[in-house]
């Protein structure tokens, strides 16, 4: 059995297990707490998001160094970011490392959560042929754009299980959609109910089939509504949270890129490289490349500020 395997047995009170239900439950609808059913009815679907959020958290690559050293040695760190500015404005517009050197301000070192969004553009570049260049060769260029670095922590260890709490979060916020998607068809089939009302009365009633979709309308807003009462609510956790990898995943994708960020053909390695770049798949409404990363050195002098200096140095 896994280290959350035992979650699922209802005999045994997992501490982890009873705050989750309640912070799950919160988010969608703090009213459940006093229906019949609570917490027993939320035990089975919760533990599941728990324990698959865990791992998928477990399964994010790295830690990576994000330094000036790695950007100029590591192919990996140098494809994430165009130049070395970037990693330091990632550092510097991440509002949750601002908040954590805030709190720790004698850490000199953090864990946290990378998220890219990659994109793949046509561009027009040159090929070196033989020792003939070649000029206007349409090629593929892939780049990252709006870095963003969460979820910051002392140890990869905490860092990855505030990333899977957030994953389990994220899971959760759909079982609210769900339930929101409802309310705004309530409230869709109510102005549509109405509107056939007034075209039959306009109709004196003696138009059957106003009166046939009338009737059709009635009963689809009566289940609705219905499914709206609190004890229809579990069946969202249920339909969500037991089936979390069709709504929450990692893709991984691998792609051979030279130092400029040219994607070449797989076996093309004496002009790339092949890299593995890991999206999570549903997490918001646009798909993330995701890595965990180490930074260090942040005592003193911000890391940003270190890494402004390096740039400027590389630069010269």
């Known amino acids: 059995m896994g280290i959350f395997g035992n979650l699922f047995d ?20 703090p009213l459940l707490k ?33 330094d000036r050293r790695a950007y100029a040695s590591d192919d990996f760190v ?3 970011f165009p130049d070395i500015g970037t990693v330091a404005e990632a550092i510097r517009s991440s509002q949750a490392l601002q908040d954590y050197q805030r709190d720790f301000p004698a850490s000199d070192e953090l864990y946290a959560l990378m998220g890219m969004r990659r994109i793949e553009k046509s561009v027009v570049g040159m090929e070196l042929s033989g020792l003939t260049v070649q000029r206007d060769v349409l090629q593929q260029a892939v780049y990252f754009t709006s870095h963003t670095i969460d979820h910051p922590a002392p140890s990869e260890q905490q ?10 979060d994220s899971l959760v916020r759909k079982v609210k959609k769900r339930v929101e998607q409802r309310k705004r068809d309530k409230q869709a089939q109510l102005l549509e109910k109405e509107l056939l ?12 089939t106003l009166e046939h979709q009338l009737a059709g309308m009635v009963d689809t807003l009566q289940t609705t509504v219905s499914s709206l009462e609190l ?11 037991l089936h979390p ?6 893709k991984q994708t691998a792609i051979t890129l030279d130092s400029m960020g040219i994607r070449r053909a797989a076996d093309d390695v004496d002009r790339g490289r092949a890299l593995m770049f890991n999206d ?18 942040l005592q003193n002098e911000s890391f940003a500020e270190k890494l402004d200096k390096a740039y400027r140095r590389l630069a010269i």
């Open 159 to 168: 860092a990855r299980e505030l990333a899977a709490m957030s994953f389990f």
């Open 10 to 29: 209802h005999r045994v009170e997992q501490p982890a297990l009873l705050p989750a239900i309640e912070r799950a439950v919160s988010v969608v609808e």
């Open 197 to 208: 009302t007034a075209q039959l009365h306009m109709a004196n009633g003696r138009d059957s």
């Open 34 to 66: 006093q229906v019949g059913g609570y917490p027993d009815n939320y035990r089975k679907p919760v533990a599941a998001a728990l324990e698959y959020a865990h791992l998928l958290a477990a399964k994010v690559p790295g830690p990576v160094t994000v």
């Open 245 to 250: 990898e069709e709504h929450l995943s990692l």
């Open 231 to 241: 004890s229809h609510y579990a069946a969202d956790f249920d339909a969500v949270l």
């Open 280 to 297: 999570l798949i549903g997490y918001d409404r646009r798909d993330w490349t995701v890595t965990m990363v180490r930074c260090s050195n």
């Open 78 to 80: 140098h494809a994430l």
